[in-house]
């Protein structure tokens, strides 16, 4: 339930095309398909082999791309970025990717992820002279390949990488190159395709299934991969790597038609949905997921458990930017926003509640109530993850410390706190188990830090940015 | 699969408020929860006791209303509309509420339904020199009603209904009075509920949910509830009625929390898709249903089997009027717009495939040939309603004989045109029984005329739309 | 300096065309030329001998019509409407050229001027059952067009036209033809027009040269004019004519290279400067005009008076409606707005300032007191026309007795309160003879009612709209 | 002629203010009546002495700044600009003021004139890893501030400036200080004024009087003013200065309203005018100008010769960014578009048509012959400038050798071409004269290189941006 509560869920997508005349055109279609990542603004920008030429804007890809503008640009390469603010503020200067035109030619950056270091590096770069043009982090990786000493562009990405420190899939293009990096630890996901005899990318695999490609392989951590007219070459740019992959993409932010890894979204939600079945024994006559991200979790909760599956609750389609909120007297009246109870469904039962996780308890607390408004005699919550007791530094927008309730309370305290009859959460085992990874190591080379408080990387709390140091205590 | 075939899937839905200081506020959201049933236009029209003060437009309801704008509504009692183009043409001045001023006083109308004698009665007042506005078969009560020779506004209204034919839940408001009609045979559903005193009327409940409204009751056929500062006043203006509510309401068109005279939309779902279980043997792995209006079915479905229910198709929820279409080129090439297989679900399994009806067929065949690309061994499409052999006259936008495949082909001849393994609908009985209403007569109480020919009204060719008359042969 | 005195000022315009293949593109032209009569809103209704077809919206001309639309307006037919509104209220409806269809055909009007019998016959229509769907009183010309009992068309526009009093120029246009009336008094102007062998309408002559035409005649008073395919027809529809052109046409409303009857408008209007400056013997240093409709008369009296002639006053124009009004506290600072002195050119100067009229007093006080402010030594105030004592019911916004400041002051009142130094007025006669018409009578056939009251119709009190009533005492 | 002829006639226009709580408004209203100066981009940057905050975008000032937004540009210390793209291409990321942040604060940029050095500075800038985000000439002075090794901000701006080359009016704010630099020959206008205790700055003095400030005095070449909440302190950055204003502000650009080094734009056009009509001894019956820049040497030529000045030609006040053009065949069947003749002025009438300058001669013909089918028998052009024979290197955009009429022609072949019965130009010492100023010099400090080619400053061809490069031979 995290985008119920915080507006603001998910991190960004990113998709890149080599070698195909329509680059734009599947650009277009493939960030539509990854349009759940980030609605906050979106760009493309297309090679021609001569010259990079771009558009972007602030809102969706529905809204920042018109036929006609799509159509002007031509090239047979192209990257395109969805935004979701999670470093820097909004504004259509922080829209990517970031272009940078100069006499030697273009250079073109879509990101996504979070450097936790990229505060200390652009002091350092203004110290010297360079002038940032956005709050970005992604900005950073730009000035650093300008002022590395290498001469070719590969060489001058790769020393730049060397200094980044965090999350990050990067797509960097040029005139006659296109770029994909991963971090060392993969935190986030990247995926190479193929569309007949063209290279694609993309930050989730849903996006092949689009634009007609056929997946080839994940992009692995420490990776970076080259696409120019000599075809596609690839090297690690560090042999330092540990695999950890953000456990919030299977939870919560990825499509359920996406596989990340090799395990398909949808499966590995209705598995944790099972998993959570079994390690709880709650009397009740319907099972309900809290729509959108977990209706798989709930269908495997019920078919584990036998409780039939039930539409209890039901999201208004149309709530977007331009919805008038109710003001504060009609919502006391009982004026409702995007999710309505269905009371022909919950009047007089026994409801157990399914959602994928619980951040402030706000809307946990809403719903809850809403449900019993509506009749339910019971409304017992089931959270198909573990308790979120740590900030994300990597991307994810999980609320500081403070606002963590699971950070300060214990499941009782909160289950007390949101009104339900009884709460449970899945276990930390249940949850790998769940997901079904058969990677060694104690996570199956998944970040479980929000979880478990154990980071992959070092985290510098002086040089974060001011929103982010109150994340760290 | 009604809607994803036609682009044109609904009929219009109304909503009105008396009694209540924030009438235009309250009618927002319950026209935002019916927003379902038209995307074309809104408008919403207030009466303060002295005049009548509207504002109306083309697009969705967050499009058309603006804070300020609405802000400026004030009045005790609003009604309101989302307009589905059922008959007349688009443009703003067909947009609903239809509001008329003149020196004794303003008429508002909002309409929902089809009136089947709209084209002669309008032939017969131009010929006596009145002028009509729009195309709209709405602005014919208006004219009725304005060259009534009777007094009373009530007996004004009554004597112009009495000269429409078809399907019509009418919303009539003077500066004074709300009028409530419904058709004789009650085809469109509406209903009656309360808010703290005031009282307010929706074509579907889940507007009361929204609204923090109490259900009261359906209104009922041949019914005029006039609500004024004297109270709440109802009255039959005929006597003639015979219930027959639209059985696509329940199958198709309204929302799943929604009630229809006592009945849950869900609910009825998903129980025609247990009794399509029932009434088939298919073998199988997984149950699928086709996003959004067929979910319930199919989780009957896979209830009722024991078939793991699984979601094999997306829906991409960002498409709007804005997406930009692929070229046929890309379309080729495997791009994709609103539906995405689920690879990692369909992969090599049996698949189930459940939908709510087959209109034309293309989709259905375009969803078959998708599942089967993405590696789905058999597909088996099995349909939660019969064969729609015949148009529908009263606002349901089921095309022509000629486009509907059932009116000419044989269910092989149909399974064999989407390239299905195979290919079931419910049977008549089973629709009936699944729906579960517990009224007399062969259908208990609805219009099954699409599915049997039976029409409750006459039908009159030669005074029909031009549209409409290509339906009838 | 009525228009900076009120915001409106001006009537509207009309043009239309019949027999050229790009009759939309024409009218657009025309219309654009026009464009000062009207900022409101505009229309065009194109006919291509099968069906009528419109588009209208509320701005300037380039801001309702683009290239796409325009092109869609395919006919050999067209009428079209710039907007000022003078009767009726704001709003799209009350755009015209009005457009009303039925079954037996379309109907589409457009009018300048104002009827004062409006109200009473739209009373009366109302009672028989009729619907208006606007404010303006072109609205009633339709119904009693369509309620006439004779079946050609030409005959009902005749007899509707036997109803009408007060100022009107129609175009009346249907599939087949194109109808153009002026009142008995030819209060507005109207001429007719050639493009090769197409004719064409409008309301100034300025409209020929911009769309290339050649002037063939005045429109007459009480004449109606058919275009059809069988050519060029014409009649007049009552004798009781009397010629009483509008004056303010030469002194403030037409543009200055159009032609009234024969008569060039900067001509006339700098004859009315040189005939002020032979009025007067005023010393001064220069003689400077209120731009932009005072140039003219200011010109001439700089001629006549051997005064030389500077620009002691500039207009910026880029004031529209988004410009941001500056707040009390700036304006008292000395934010100026639509007009700054020129303090270059007045300062230490006796200057003579040449405005067309004085409405309410105001902007003649400000320019005063902002001409001093810039260093004149003395400020003479000459107005080329007489002292404006009676209001217009013809379709001109000169406000109400109780606005027009002459007609509760002597002219010294007035000097004193503008702040002159001294006040002239053109006299009656020598507005007459400025104009320089040859025709018979006392006025020379143009209608001085707001100067003389002597108004060449009967007026209405008890029929007239609201805000007309407080026009008359 | 110039503006009608390319279509983009004007440089920029710069206003700031230091010291008053309305900053921005007052900017909002300076940048308002510099408009004339450029409409492709403006905005504003304000400082409230802890951050600056900026508001820019592509249209006119009343497009880009509404109410609200400006209403949020809270400080004391504004800075504005609007565009003409002199040198750099469009678009928002190169309107004006440029605005950069960093650790140690904000800096803005506004900007009048050319560098003829900027490409030259670039280059080696970008060899260095600096990234330039705009096109524009300005960030070359943003990066130099940046990479100087000063501490104080007015010791890195001084040692900026050295390095420039060309025409500049540069106005630098920080969160502190508000910098205004002019460049050693002073090409640009830029003067200083008061509004109460508060400083104000703008390119031309009609800003003044609209905002309601007293003109203080001209900022001199090569002269540093710092504001700040010291005070206002001046300095020279360089005594190798030599004035050279540009002769065109004089006869085109400027309003007429303005005062340049103390001489009234109107009064020096008017000279020019009479010093024209002393040179030639034409017959005629009527002088017209050219609307609107050579309206005023018209009436001096007028006022000169004896002959009467007349509105023989009217410009279209409506004709915007969304006129539509007329297609070539209605252009070719007299479809006009800015500019009308005034057929009851210039019929049967030898014409003396006077206009400021000839660029191209296509205008020039487009008129005479306009002229010429209105009736006109002699059209006489008289021109009140030189033949321009040379581009212009400092911001003011007058084509490149090839387009320039008089670069390759006589006199007698451009009277020719245009089709005029005579041509004459001003004298270059007639020029001089004309405008009146009294410094020493064979051009009393005027920049005269376009008639003369004798440039004030070096020109480097090789470091030219490409436009500029086809400027020279």
Same mark, same amino acid.
């Given at each position: 339930?995290?985008? =119920?509560?915080? #507006?603001?869920?998910?991190?960004?997508?990113?998709?890149?095309?080599?070698?195909?005349?329509?680059?734009?055109?599947?650009?277009? %279609?493939?960030?539509?398909?990854?349009?759940?990542?980030?609605?906050?603004?979106? #760009?493309? +920008? +297309?090679?021609?082999?001569?010259?990079?030429?771009?558009?972007?804007?602030?809102?969706?890809?529905?809204?920042?791309?018109?036929?006609?503008?799509? !159509?002007?640009?031509?090239?047979?390469?192209?990257?395109?970025? +969805?935004? %979701?603010?999670?470093? #820097?503020?909004?504004?259509?200067?922080?829209?990517?990717?970031?272009?940078?035109?100069?006499?030697?030619?273009?250079?073109?950056?879509?990101?996504?992820?979070?450097?936790?270091?990229?505060?200390?590096?652009?002091?350092?770069?203004?110290?010297?002279?360079? $002038?940032?043009?956005?709050?970005?982090?992604?900005?950073?990786?730009?000035?650093?390949?300008?002022?590395?000493?290498?001469?070719?562009?590969?060489?001058?990405?790769?020393?730049?990488?060397?200094?980044?420190?965090?999350?990050?899939?990067?797509?960097?293009?040029?005139?006659?190159?296109?770029?994909?990096?991963?971090? @060392?630890?993969?935190?986030? @996901?990247?995926?190479?395709?193929?569309?007949?005899?063209? %290279?694609?990318?993309?930050?989730?695999?849903?996006?092949?299934?689009?634009?007609?490609?056929?997946?080839?392989?994940?992009?692995?951590?420490?990776?970076?991969?080259?696409?120019?007219?000599?075809?596609?070459?690839?090297?690690?740019?560090?042999?330092?790597?540990?695999?950890?992959?953000?456990?919030?993409?299977?939870?919560?932010?990825?499509?359920?038609?996406?596989?990340?890894?090799?395990?398909?979204?949808?499966?590995?939600?209705?598995?944790?949905?099972?998993?959570?079945?079994?390690?709880?024994?709650?009397?009740? !006559?319907?099972?309900?997921?809290? @729509?959108?991200?977990?209706?798989?979790?709930?269908?495997?909760?019920?078919?584990?458990?036998?409780?039939?599956?039930?539409?209890?609750? $039901?999201?208004?389609?149309?709530?977007?930017?331009?919805?008038?909120?109710?003001?504060?007297?009609?919502?006391?009246?009982?004026?409702?926003?995007?999710?309505?109870?269905?009371?022909?469904?919950?009047?007089?039962?026994?409801?157990?509640?399914?959602?994928?996780?619980?951040?402030?308890?706000?809307?946990?607390?809403?719903? +809850?109530?809403?449900?019993?408004?509506?009749?339910?005699?019971?409304?017992?919550?089931?959270?198909?993850? @573990?308790?979120?007791?740590?900030?994300?530094?990597?991307?994810?927008?999980?609320?500081?410390?403070?606002?963590?309730?699971?950070?300060?309370?214990?499941?009782?305290? $909160?289950? !007390?706190?949101?009104?339900?009859?009884?709460?449970?959460?899945?276990?930390?085992? #249940?949850?790998?188990?769940?997901?079904?990874?058969?990677?060694?190591?104690?996570?199956?080379?998944?970040?479980?830090?929000?979880?478990?408080?154990?980071?992959?990387?070092?985290? %510098?709390?002086?040089?974060?940015?001011?929103? =982010?140091?109150?994340?760290?205590?």
């Amino acid at each position: 339930m995290l985008a =119920e509560l915080k #507006g603001l869920n998910e991190e960004c997508g990113i998709f890149g095309v080599w070698g195909h005349e329509k680059a734009a055109q599947l650009t277009y %279609y493939g960030l539509h398909s990854l349009q759940h990542r980030g609605q906050e603004g979106t #760009g493309i +920008v +297309v090679s021609d082999g001569h010259a990079l030429q771009g558009l972007k804007g602030e809102g969706l890809v529905t809204e920042v791309f018109k036929q006609d503008k799509l !159509d002007e640009l031509n090239g047979h390469a192209a990257i395109g970025h +969805v935004r %979701y603010a999670t470093a #820097g503020g909004g504004g259509y200067e922080n829209v990517q990717p970031l272009l940078f035109n100069s006499q030697e030619g273009g250079l073109a950056l879509a990101h996504n992820g979070n450097l936790v270091n990229a505060n200390a590096l652009k002091h350092q770069l203004e110290r010297q002279g360079s $002038i940032f043009q956005t709050s970005s982090d992604t900005e950073v990786l730009a000035h650093l390949i300008k002022r590395s000493g290498y001469i070719s562009m590969k060489e001058r990405v790769k020393n730049a990488l060397s200094m980044l420190k965090g999350a990050y899939a990067f797509l960097v293009m040029t005139e006659t190159e296109l770029m994909i990096a991963l971090d @060392p630890n993969g935190l986030r @996901p990247l995926s190479i395709g193929m569309i007949g005899d063209a %290279y694609c990318v993309a930050s989730e695999t849903c996006a092949f299934d689009v634009v007609g490609a056929e997946f080839i392989r994940d992009v692995q951590p420490g990776e970076l991969i080259t696409l120019s007219d000599e075809g596609i070459q690839s090297e690690p740019f560090t042999f330092s790597t540990q695999k950890a992959i953000c456990t919030m993409e299977y939870i919560y932010f990825s499509r359920p038609d996406s596989n990340i890894h090799g395990i398909n979204i949808h499966t590995a939600r209705k598995n944790l949905g099972k998993r959570l079945a079994m390690e709880t024994q709650i009397e009740a !006559d319907v099972v309900t997921g809290v @729509p959108d991200s977990s209706i798989s979790a709930a269908i495997g909760y019920a078919e584990a458990s036998g409780i039939p599956y039930e539409l209890g609750l $039901i999201k208004n389609r149309y709530v977007g930017r331009t919805f008038i909120q109710p003001s504060q007297a009609l919502r006391e009246q009982g004026v409702k926003m995007k999710l309505s109870p269905v009371r022909g469904v919950v009047e007089g039962k026994r409801v157990i509640m399914v959602d994928d996780s619980i951040v402030r308890g706000t809307t946990s607390r809403r719903i +809850v109530s809403m449900l019993k408004a509506a009749g339910a005699k019971e409304v017992h919550v089931c959270i198909s993850s @573990p308790p979120i007791k740590n900030p994300c530094y990597y991307g994810i927008d999980t609320s500081t410390h403070e606002e963590l309730i699971a950070s300060a309370h214990s499941v009782e305290q $909160i289950r !007390d706190i949101i009104g339900a009859d009884s709460l449970t959460f899945l276990s930390v085992e #249940g949850t790998i188990a769940g997901i079904g990874r058969k990677e060694e190591g104690e996570t199956c080379g998944q970040c479980m830090a929000c979880f478990t408080g154990k980071y992959p990387t070092e985290i %510098y709390p002086d040089t974060l940015l001011p929103h =982010e140091k109150e994340l760290v205590r």
